[in-house]
């Protein structure tokens, strides 16, 4: 089996965190670039954060910078995304997704070309 599963979305107060987490089965995460999307109601798909395979490096969309970490643990075969302070504007199914272009995190139709992807956790934000 290969698959990526997100989890740890749920329902959260404005000012709140939550921790998502995406964990790999079937291939070995470390050597992907794992990148963090999501699509709200009504809206199209964006990339949130990313992170590189080889030097670790991390990316954020400016929307969510400050206020999200990305982090990898090679031993658990998982990435996770660290939300703080969220926003309403963060509602939104969270989708994670593995890529293997050394490009991955700087394309900006990186999901359309990942090699893996999960079916996504919901996030709400909500008083």
């Known amino acids: 089996q290969v698959q990526l599963v997100e989890s740890g979305g749920g329902l959260v107060q404005p000012g709140g965190s939550l921790r998502l987490s995406c964990a790999a089965s079937g291939f070995p995460l470390h050597y992907y670039a794992i990148g963090w999307f999501r699509q709200a109601p009504g809206k199209e798909r964006e990339g949130v954060s990313c992170?590189?395979?080889?030097?670790?490096?991390?990316y954020y969309a400016d929307s969510v910078k400050g206020r999200f970490t990305i982090s990898r643990d090679n031993a658990k075969n998982t990435v996770y995304l660290q939300m703080n302070s969220l926003k309403p504007e963060d509602t939104a199914v969270y989708y994670c997704?593995?890529?293997?272009?050394?490009?991955?995190?700087?394309?900006?139709?990186?999901?359309?070309?990942?090699?893996?992807w999960g079916q996504g956790t919901q996030v709400t934000v909500s008083s």
């Open positions: 997704a593995a890529g293997s272009t050394y490009y991955y995190c700087s394309d900006v139709n990186a999901y359309s070309r990942s090699d893996y």
């Open positions: 992170i590189d395979s080889s030097d670790g490096s991390t």
